[in-house]
């Protein structure tokens, strides 16, 4: 006999009911809504067992779901050895805790915006990231404190473990202060860490760098695009929010120019309101853009949909007026007349395959375009003394002839207006230029 039990340490999912309720007040059916909520789980790592859905005109005020689908959920727990239950709507604080009292402990009773909340609490990588989603977590936390505290509430009238913890609503506000304590904190970090950016940004602004934005639904491929272009190494698969802190990358251009690509957080239809207020300074990064290039999963069956949904969070964060680009990404999953269809309704829009490299020429020729469009020619001397901005000319502009002469370099160029006003002063002719 075996003198030491060995348990095994591989990763066992939670068992996960899913449950929808169809309001027929979104765009979006009920079947492709929690189809995409169980992408969700799978990439938080459950396994979805069931399915429960119910079709009501409104939310029940007290469970979000009838009474008798309440017991159904009860029932579908018990039989199915269910760990968690995640409703594809968010659920008040009250709701909540009214389903967790009817289905017991230990089942967590969770909805779409905590799911989500987790995900990006997994995936945030730098101190930004990290900020943002705890700012975004206790925010979302901090209304359903009740529920959390209830079972000390009880204990306190029978005496025994627990009741010499003290009055649960005492405990309730010293948390509830603590949080907001913290959350005023992170708002703080996050300013500052905001005008850093800005300041950064505006440093880029001023250097000429032509800025391009990747936004686009979670898992169209925007991290497998920027690695295809850039080499960027950045992490990318097939999972709902691979990535959320946004990469910046230089690009060298055909003609000579250099321009900058920014991954940036993916989106998706129901983001919560506290992650996109939490994230503005993130996505800050496409209202800076100087062209923002929309990258859509040509093979997702919900494209139109997925499209308004980046739309409305452009809208969100005032992004929307700034020039883009519509990119189709993973062409090489679509038949021929699907492809068809596509480009007769998208005539401007650029085609691509990020996974096979197909189209990415045609993407950097379009790119190249949009980044010359209003640049004006013009000749400028530039004293050897300039070095950098002999260094800003060949990395920011097209250049179409240099020569050397004894007091310096006379380059013809192609240059933005933001360029051309920083060189306005050595172009070839004028009385500035020919006094350095």
């Known amino acids: 006999m075996a003198r030491f039990k060995f348990h095994s340490t591989a990763f066992v999912p939670e068992r996960a009911i899913l449950v929808g309720v169809d309001l027929g007040a979104s765009d979006w059916s009920l079947d492709d809504s929690l189809a995409e ?51 594809d709507d968010e659920l008040t604080p009250s709701q909540q805790t009214n389903l967790e009292k009817a289905v017991g402990e230990p089942i967590k009773i969770i909805d779409r915006t905590a799911l989500i909340l987790d995900i990006f609490g997994q995936h945030a ?29 009880g204990e306190q009238t029978r005496g025994g473990i627990g009741s010499r913890f003290g009055q ?11 949080i907001r304590k913290r959350i005023s904190t992170l708002r703080n970090e996050l300013k500052m860490l905001e005008t850093r950016r800005e300041v950064q940004s505006k440093a880029r602004w001023e250097s000429g760098v032509y800025r391009v934005a990747l936004v686009g639904y979670t898992n169209a491929g925007k991290s497998t695009l920027l690695n295809a272009l850039t080499d960027a190494g950045i992490y990318a698969e097939d999972e709902l929010f691979a990535t959320l802190d946004p990469t910046t990358r230089a690009l060298d251009l ?35 853009a100087d062209l923002i290039l929309l990258i859509c999963d040509a093979s997702d069956p919900n494209l139109k949909l997925q499209i308004a949904a980046v739309e409305q969070v452009l809208s969100d964060i005032g ?37 096979t490299a197909k189209g990415l020429r045609g993407l950097l020729h379009r790119i190249a375009c949009e980044a ?65």
């Open 319 to 355: 992004a929307s007026e700034a020039p883009r680009v519509c990119v189709f990404n993973k062409c090489d999953l679509l038949d021929d007349d699907s492809r068809t269809v596509l480009e007769r309704d998208h005539p401007s829009a650029q085609f691509i395959s990020a996974r």
């Open 37 to 87: 909520l169980a992408r969700l789980a799978e990439t938080d790592g459950a396994e979805v067992v069931g399915v429960l859905t119910q079709k009501l005109d409104a939310p029940i005020p007290k469970s979000f779901i009838g009474k008798g689908k309440v017991e159904e959920v009860v029932s579908a727990v018990r039989a199915l050895d269910a760990d968690i239950v995640i409703f």
């Open 168 to 178: 649960g609503e005492s405990q309730l506000e010293v948390d509830r202060r603590l």
């Open 125 to 153: 990588t730098t101190r930004a990231g990290r900020l943002q989603v705890q700012l975004a977590q206790l925010t979302y936390v901090l209304p359903r404190l009740r529920g959390m505290w209830s079972h000390l509430v």
């Open 372 to 436: 010359s469009d209003g640049d004006e020619t013009i000749t400028v001397r530039i004293p050897y003394s300039k070095g950098l901005l002999i260094k800003m000319i060949r990395e920011r502009c097209q250049l179409i002839h240099e020569s050397y002469e004894e007091t310096g370099v006379i380059a013809t160029i192609r240059a933005s207006g933001r360029m051309a006003a920083t060189l306005a002063p050595y172009r070839s002719g004028d009385e500035l230029a020919d006094q350095q």
């Open 254 to 288: 055909e003609e000579g120019r250099k321009v900058t690509l920014t991954d940036t957080v993916g989106f998706i239809q129901k983001l919560p309101t506290m992650l996109v207020e939490a994230f503005k300074s993130t996505l800050a990064e496409a209202r800076a």
